[in-house]
């Protein structure tokens, strides 16, 4: 294998690690709230793995990089421009209008939020709608403030963060290779103001809307800088060492803008030279090569499972369920959620996106 390609085969495991994490996240707190309310009595851990969301962005810096840097170190030329938006487009629109269309379908065009779930906010109307299709319903357009507010789908902020980072992903590509530091200092600004602007007044970094961009767009230039300089790196990274350090930090550190450092780490430690090690495990591969669709699927499942009984009949059953019997609700949501996620990664992800990209 050649090393770009060693670096994706471990990027993936982490992929599939960081999503089955945040189903389970969000399945123990809003599904089966017991489960994660007996786990918060032992460790803040399962509540912070939201910060995975960070991780997924700096993958995509470093893969997009390794995969474009040729195309984009000398000029940034429109039909190339063009053509990396198109297959991005091609990558992740499919399956986000195909949970859109679930989900209006079974909760119409507009629906109001009820009183139960108000914490929960996600806002489903014909503005949020039009928005989401055209993948700016993270934006902080028209969001009156609202840094928690999510809408339709609501896993599905990232892609759009995302989708607003790839418009500008070449240039910072290009940047990166003609201006060596330059990339350095946007991320250390950054930094400075996801913390003294987003963590320090509200006291974590869990938001979407702008604050969202912002936290995109930091872990995409890291990623970039992580892809150029990770081969001059001649040092041993323990992919163990980085997963002591995330338990340590996701668990002990008060600073949640903190735990980027660990998960650099980490990330640094999955890019190896060698295919050998426990970042090749079937299971992490497989999940990781899924991860996209666990990850756009298991927020259906959760509106389905959860939030639609509340908006039709007024009160969630799965809130009355017994903490074992929240656990086999558990497993089969997962076991749901992959079964479901298989189907779109074979479906759209596969066959849809190679049919499209032939077109092109």
Not at 88 to 104: C, E, G, N, S
Not at 117 to 130: A, E, H, Q, Y
Not at 181 to 190: E, G, P, T
Request: glycine share 6%; charged share 15%.
């Amino acid at each position: 294998m050649t090393s770009k390609t060693n670096y994706l085969f471990g990027l993936d495991s982490l992929r599939g690690i960081a999503a089955i994490s945040i189903v389970l996240l969000h399945f123990t707190t809003y599904l089966y709230p017991l489960i994660g309310s007996a786990i918060e009595t032992y460790t803040p851990f399962l509540k912070r793995t939201y910060l995975f969301v960070d991780m997924f962005f700096i993958i995509s810096g470093i893969v997009l990089t390794l995969n474009y840097r040729r195309t984009f170190s000398r000029s940034i030329k429109f039909k190339d421009y063009k053509k990396f938006l198109t297959k991005r487009l091609i990558k992740i629109y499919p399956l986000h209008v195909f949970t859109l269309l679930i989900l209006v379908i079974f909760f119409g065009l507009a629906t109001p939020i009820p009183e139960s779930s108000k914490d929960f906010g996600v806002i489903m109307n014909p503005m949020t709608l039009s928005q989401n299709l055209l993948l700016l319903h993270s934006s902080g357009i028209a969001d009156q403030g609202c840094l928690n507010c999510t809408s339709w789908n609501y896993p599905s902020w990232s892609i759009s963060v995302e989708w607003m980072n790839y418009l500008i992903l070449p240039i910072l590509i290009w940047l990166s290779l003609r201006m060596k530091m330059f990339l350095l200092v946007v991320n250390i600004l950054l930094v400075f103001t996801i913390y003294f602007f987003i963590e320090v007044p509200h006291g974590h970094l869990d938001f979407a809307s702008w604050a969202g961009v912002l936290r995109c767009l930091c872990g995409v230039c890291t990623g970039i800088s992580i892809a150029n300089y990770r081969e001059k790196i001649k040092i041993y990274l323990s992919p163990g060492m980085g997963l002591i350090l995330i338990l340590a930090f996701f668990h002990f550190s008060p600073i949640d803008t903190l735990t980027l450092l660990p998960i650099i780490y980490l990330v640094l430690s999955a890019m190896k030279d060698s295919d050998t090690g426990w970042f090749e495990n079937s299971l992490f591969q497989y999940l990781g090569q899924r991860s996209y669709s666990l990850y756009m699927i298991h927020g259906v499942v959760h509106l389905l499972l959860g939030y639609w009984p509340q908006v039709r009949w007024g009160y969630n059953p799965l809130e009355s369920l017994s903490l074992t019997e929240s656990i086999l609700g558990l497993v089969f949501s997962i076991f749901l959620t992959i079964l479901l996620a298989e189907l779109t990664y074979q479906s759209l992800e596969l066959r849809l996106s190679r049919y499209l990209k032939s077109k092109i």
